[in-house]
């Protein structure tokens, strides 16, 4: 089932106190529910002004489509695979302007697979996403088609279709714990710090960042990180109202296990410029 839909891009300045639905929308074919639809449609723009808009045509195309699975690593806890329910399977494009269609996500069935109908040609990398709260953590590990893994991005052509695509996820519990101290001075009062981290994934979409705020006390605490090498960064934000921040980033790396607590503390030396 398809509906045609709607999407204001840009409002209209109406001196003359006309209501504010005027102005331009794009035009444009959406999924009417959560099995998608097969095609996608050329993008139409319209002004609405003072009057009714007719004669409106929208071309619609047979788009490519990518069905496979997903996959939890290293899976034991039944709980944990029936927690997929939550996850959907969704094309992310490198290029922010670069449209997807209308069947850009997928829900995952029982078994684990899932299918992304009526997409554009074009480049696309395999992602994920969760709907709530679990107490599981779950991440991208890699992406395989025809059993390869797929560093980048995967190139659709017009219709294409693709039936072996294969999202390997990562259950993580590993945890990373540190002090925050300064050399050479205290911090403003209107300095924050947030630990962000950086684990290299199989795949350019699998890298994910988790990341902690830093306490009033020092501390932080980063939770449900799945297993590997990562890199954190600390970073200062303005919090207050004061002179403007020079605190640079402070970097480091670690290796983090599942069920093995981590300590990982930041040292800034406020002479230094660069650390």
Same mark, same amino acid.
């Given at each position: ?97 670069? @449209?997807?269609? @209308? ?12 299918? #992304? ?152 030396? #406020? ?5």
């Amino acid at each position: 089932m398809a509906r045609v839909a709607a999407q204001r891009f840009r409002y209209k300045d109406f001196s003359a106190g006309l209501p504010a639905h005027f102005g331009k929308y794009r035009l444009f074919i959406q999924a009417g529910n959560e099995k998608g639809i097969e095609w996608y449609s050329d993008e139409s723009t319209i002004e609405v002004a003072d009057e009714d808009v007719s004669g409106i045509e929208l071309r619609a195309h047979r788009g490519a489509s990518i069905s496979g699975v997903i996959t939890v690593e290293g899976l034991n806890d039944p709980q944990l695979l029936r927690s997929l329910a939550d996850v959907y399977a969704n094309p992310v494009s490198p290029d922010p302007d670069q @449209p997807l269609g @209308p069947g850009a996500a997928s829900n995952i069935d029982q078994s684990g697979g899932f299918r #992304l109908s009526g997409l554009r040609p074009g480049e696309f990398q395999l992602g994920v996403s969760r709907n709530g709260n679990s107490k599981y953590t779950l991440s991208m590990q890699r992406v395989e088609v025809a059993g390869q893994s797929v560093r980048g991005a995967i190139e659709l052509k017009e219709g294409q279709i693709i039936t072996d695509a294969r999202i390997v996820m990562v259950y993580g519990e590993g945890v990373v714990r540190g002090q925050l101290k300064f050399q050479n001075g205290q911090a403003p009062k209107n300095a924050c710090f947030i630990v962000v981290t950086d684990r290299k994934g199989e795949c350019s979409s699998c890298e994910s960042g988790f990341y902690a705020q830093v306490t009033a006390g020092g501390q932080y605490t980063v939770e449900g990180l799945p297993p590997g090498e990562y890199e954190l960064t600390l970073h200062a934000r303005q919090c207050g109202a004061g002179e403007q921040l020079r605190i640079p980033e402070v970097k480091q790396s670690i290796r983090v296990a599942n069920g093995v607590e981590a300590r990982a503390d930041f040292v800034v030396d #406020l002479n230094k410029k660069d650390q």
